[in-house]
Protein backbone atom coordinates (compact mmCIF):
# COMPACT_ATOMS: atom_id res chain seq x y z
CA UNK A 1 0.00 0.00 0.00
CA UNK A 2 1.22 3.14 -1.19
CA UNK A 3 1.81 6.22 1.68
CA UNK A 4 -0.53 8.47 2.02
CA UNK A 5 -1.37 11.87 0.16
CA UNK A 6 0.88 13.75 2.47
CA UNK A 7 -0.09 17.56 4.08
CA UNK A 8 1.08 20.76 1.73
CA UNK A 9 4.55 21.15 2.35
CA UNK A 10 8.33 22.30 1.46
CA UNK A 11 10.88 20.21 0.31
CA UNK A 12 14.05 21.68 2.63
CA UNK A 13 16.44 18.94 3.03
CA UNK A 14 17.62 15.98 1.72
CA UNK A 15 20.54 13.27 2.37
CA UNK A 16 21.42 10.78 0.06
CA UNK A 17 23.24 7.41 0.75
CA UNK A 18 24.73 5.17 -2.03
CA UNK A 19 26.94 2.01 -0.86
CA UNK A 20 28.37 -0.02 -3.42
CA UNK A 21 29.54 -2.87 -2.98
CA UNK A 22 32.40 -5.25 -4.66
CA UNK A 23 34.11 -8.41 -5.12
CA UNK A 24 37.49 -7.88 -5.57
CA UNK A 25 40.03 -10.25 -7.98
CA UNK A 26 42.14 -10.99 -4.25
CA UNK A 27 39.36 -11.84 -2.99
CA UNK A 28 38.37 -9.15 -0.89
CA UNK A 29 35.26 -7.44 -0.43
CA UNK A 30 34.98 -3.60 -1.17
CA UNK A 31 32.21 -1.42 0.36
CA UNK A 32 32.10 2.21 -1.15
CA UNK A 33 29.59 4.58 0.13
CA UNK A 34 29.13 8.45 -0.74
CA UNK A 35 26.99 10.71 1.62
CA UNK A 36 25.74 13.69 0.41
CA UNK A 37 23.25 16.35 1.66
CA UNK A 38 21.73 19.32 0.13
CA UNK A 39 19.15 21.89 0.73
CA UNK A 40 16.20 23.03 -1.40
CA UNK A 41 17.60 27.38 -0.39
CA UNK A 42 20.79 29.07 -0.53
CA UNK A 43 22.46 30.32 2.83
CA UNK A 44 25.40 32.15 4.20
CA UNK A 45 28.46 29.93 5.30
CA UNK A 46 31.59 31.32 6.64
CA UNK A 47 34.14 28.52 5.67
CA UNK A 48 32.57 28.55 2.34
CA UNK A 49 31.63 31.89 1.26
CA UNK A 50 27.76 30.76 1.16
CA UNK A 51 26.00 27.52 0.01
CA UNK A 52 23.99 27.69 -3.06
CA UNK A 53 20.34 25.50 -3.18
CA UNK A 54 21.20 22.31 -4.40
CA UNK A 55 25.09 22.12 -3.69
CA UNK A 56 26.56 19.84 -1.58
CA UNK A 57 26.40 20.77 1.95
CA UNK A 58 28.23 17.16 2.62
CA UNK A 59 29.95 15.06 0.43
CA UNK A 60 31.77 12.41 1.88
CA UNK A 61 33.21 9.20 0.31
CA UNK A 62 34.53 5.97 2.57
CA UNK A 63 35.61 2.41 0.99
CA UNK A 64 36.14 -0.31 3.33
CA UNK A 65 37.91 -3.58 2.36
CA UNK A 66 37.02 -6.51 4.37
CA UNK A 67 37.99 -10.34 3.95
CA UNK A 68 35.42 -13.29 4.19
CA UNK A 69 36.11 -13.10 8.02
CA UNK A 70 34.36 -9.47 8.00
CA UNK A 71 37.87 -8.59 9.11
CA UNK A 72 38.76 -5.02 8.05
CA UNK A 73 41.78 -4.82 5.83
CA UNK A 74 42.07 -1.04 4.69
CA UNK A 75 39.76 1.32 5.07
CA UNK A 76 39.61 5.67 3.70
CA UNK A 77 37.40 8.36 3.13
CA UNK A 78 37.67 11.19 1.77
CA UNK A 79 36.02 14.69 2.46
CA UNK A 80 34.66 16.21 -1.13
CA UNK A 81 32.53 19.29 0.57
CA UNK A 82 31.62 20.13 3.58
CA UNK A 83 30.07 23.24 5.69
CA UNK A 84 32.91 23.69 8.17
CA UNK A 85 36.54 23.34 7.42
CA UNK A 86 37.73 20.76 9.92
CA UNK A 87 34.82 18.59 9.10
CA UNK A 88 37.27 16.55 7.33
CA UNK A 89 39.65 16.06 9.66
CA UNK A 90 38.05 12.87 10.35
CA UNK A 91 39.16 10.99 7.27
CA UNK A 92 42.61 9.69 8.60
CA UNK A 93 41.01 8.18 10.97
CA UNK A 94 39.52 5.80 9.30
CA UNK A 95 42.87 4.12 9.00
CA UNK A 96 42.42 3.52 12.15
CA UNK A 97 39.16 0.58 11.83
CA UNK A 98 42.25 -1.85 10.01
CA UNK A 99 41.75 -5.03 12.10
CA UNK A 100 38.47 -4.47 13.36
CA UNK A 101 35.78 -7.06 12.76
CA UNK A 102 32.25 -6.28 11.45
CA UNK A 103 30.50 -8.43 14.12
CA UNK A 104 26.58 -9.64 14.32
CA UNK A 105 25.67 -6.15 15.84
CA UNK A 106 26.15 -4.48 12.15
CA UNK A 107 28.56 -2.17 10.87
CA UNK A 108 27.11 1.18 12.42
CA UNK A 109 28.62 -0.06 16.02
CA UNK A 110 32.17 -1.64 14.60
CA UNK A 111 33.12 1.38 12.65
CA UNK A 112 30.84 4.56 13.21
CA UNK A 113 30.97 4.33 17.06
CA UNK A 114 34.76 3.32 16.70
CA UNK A 115 35.11 6.58 15.34
CA UNK A 116 32.34 9.15 16.34
CA UNK A 117 30.87 7.34 19.70
CA UNK A 118 28.04 8.22 17.84
CA UNK A 119 25.62 4.87 17.01
CA UNK A 120 23.27 6.12 14.16
CA UNK A 121 22.83 3.32 11.81
CA UNK A 122 24.40 3.97 8.13
CA UNK A 123 24.03 2.17 4.90
CA UNK A 124 27.02 0.44 5.01
CA UNK A 125 25.46 -2.50 6.93
CA UNK A 126 22.66 -3.10 4.16
CA UNK A 127 25.99 -2.83 1.50
CA UNK A 128 28.33 -5.13 2.88
CA UNK A 129 25.53 -7.84 3.79
CA UNK A 130 24.03 -7.81 0.04
CA UNK A 131 27.16 -7.56 -1.39
CA UNK A 132 28.80 -11.02 0.39
CA UNK A 133 25.29 -12.77 0.39
CA UNK A 134 24.95 -13.37 -2.76
CA UNK A 135 28.65 -14.82 -3.13
CA UNK A 136 28.66 -16.87 -0.38
CA UNK A 137 27.20 -20.54 -0.31
CA UNK A 138 23.84 -21.04 2.07
CA UNK A 139 25.97 -23.64 3.78
CA UNK A 140 29.03 -20.90 4.54
CA UNK A 141 26.13 -18.52 5.59
CA UNK A 142 24.68 -20.99 8.18
CA UNK A 143 28.00 -21.96 9.35
CA UNK A 144 29.21 -18.58 9.91
CA UNK A 145 25.17 -17.64 11.58
CA UNK A 146 26.04 -20.71 14.07
CA UNK A 147 29.30 -20.13 15.20
CA UNK A 148 28.58 -16.11 15.52
CA UNK A 149 25.63 -17.85 17.83
CA UNK A 150 28.45 -19.62 19.73
CA UNK A 151 30.49 -16.30 20.03
CA UNK A 152 27.55 -14.41 21.47
CA UNK A 153 26.52 -17.09 24.40
CA UNK A 154 30.59 -17.02 25.02
CA UNK A 155 30.87 -20.58 24.37
CA UNK A 156 33.07 -22.50 22.38
CA UNK A 157 33.14 -23.11 19.00
CA UNK A 158 33.31 -27.02 17.37
Known amino acids: MPLSRPAPREHIHSREIRCRGFRRADGMWDVEGVLEDTKTYSFANHDRDGIVSGEPIHRMHVRL ?6 VVQAAEAFTEAAPFSLCGDIAPAFAGLVGLRVGPVGLHTTVWTHLTGDETEGGFTVGLGYSLR ?22 PLP
Open 65 to 70: TVDDAL
Open 134 to 155: DFKSPGDVAKERAEEELRSRGL
